[in-house]
């Protein structure tokens, strides 16, 4: 069997919960990280976690907001196959509180950014190149957080507007929607795990491990013929109806 082409993967937001799940499933899958977070003891961690168990790692300290900055991580990243766009922020607020620059920070840091490392990501991916996004549930309606509604809203449709225009260059652009998933931010609420796990049809709370496999199929080479989809990843919540009979 002929040697794979080597190949880099940039996960952002990946110094904790899904980011660092998604980048320990790559290493695994074959792929160098680049991992991507604002906060550095965070993002040396998770290099850290993949240096130990044999991968190769680096860690990128920035604001994906700033379009130098991520201009710069793009081109200074060889090998660049993947690119999984998971950093993002969320908080909740009703709606005749909310301001607009309440929307216009949440649409920032997870629409615009987003918007940008796709696109200067898309110039300089080969065939085959795959770009996977981090929507939420919360896209298709979610109460007390219009403006997080709005900014994953826009991480759908970006989704499928570039699955269209990156086809030609056999590129693919996918994303994962995921449901209430148990990170740490969520377990520090412990108060209302049981509430939320009582919830779902399948009657437990997703994992960070979840969202990584669901990203690992869509990056895998087999997955060529698959783009512009939504995978929901949420334990059935989704679906509607009643968790019990």
């Given at each position: 069997m002929p040697d794979l082409p080597p190949s880099t993967a940039i996960?952002?937001?990946?110094?904790?919960?899904?980011?660092?799940?998604?980048?320990?499933?790559?290493?695994?899958?074959?792929?160098?990280?680049?991992?991507?977070?604002?906060?550095?003891?965070?993002?040396?961690?998770?290099?850290?976690?993949l240096t130990?168990?044999?991968?190769?790692?680096?860690?990128?300290?920035?604001?994906?907001?700033?379009?130098?900055?991520?201009?710069?991580?793009?081109?200074?990243?060889?090998?660049?196959?993947?690119?999984?766009?998971?950093?993002?922020?969320?908080?909740?607020?009703?709606?005749?509180?909310?301001?607009?620059?309440?929307?216009?920070?949440?649409?920032?840091?997870?629409?615009v950014a987003m918007f940008t490392l796709c696109q200067q990501a898309s110039r300089v991916l080969p065939e085959g190149g795959r770009i996977v996004n981090l929507a939420s549930r919360a896209a298709f309606g979610a109460?007390?957080?219009?403006?997080?509604v709005a900014s994953k809203a826009g991480v759908v449709g970006l989704t499928k507007a570039l699955a269209l225009e990156l086809a030609e260059n056999h590129i693919t652009v996918n994303a994962i929607a995921p449901?209430?998933?148990?990170?740490?931010?969520?377990?520090?609420?412990?108060e209302g795990l049981e509430g939320?796990?009582?919830?779902?049809?399948?009657?437990?709370?997703?994992?960070?491990?979840h969202i990584a496999h669901a990203v690992a199929f869509f990056?895998?080479?087999r997955a060529d013929y698959i783009t512009g989809q939504i995978l929901v990843v949420d334990g059935g919540r989704s679906v509607g109806g009643s968790a019990t009979f």
């Open positions: 996960v952002t937001g990946a110094g904790s919960g899904i980011g660092r799940a998604v980048a320990q499933r790559l290493a695994l899958e074959g792929h160098d990280i680049v991992v991507v977070d604002r906060t550095a003891e965070c993002a040396q961690e998770t290099v850290r976690l130990d168990a044999g991968y190769t790692a680096r860690a990128v300290v920035m604001d994906i907001t700033n379009e130098a900055d991520t201009q710069a991580l793009i081109s200074e990243t060889e090998n660049l196959r993947v690119l999984v766009n998971n950093a993002g922020i969320f908080n909740t607020r009703d709606f005749d509180e909310l301001t607009t620059d309440d929307l216009r920070t949440m649409n920032e840091v997870n629409l109460r007390n957080c219009a403006h997080y449901g209430v998933i148990a990170t740490d931010m969520l377990l520090e609420r412990a939320l796990r009582v919830q779902q049809p399948t009657g437990k709370l997703g994992t960070p491990e990056v895998d080479a």
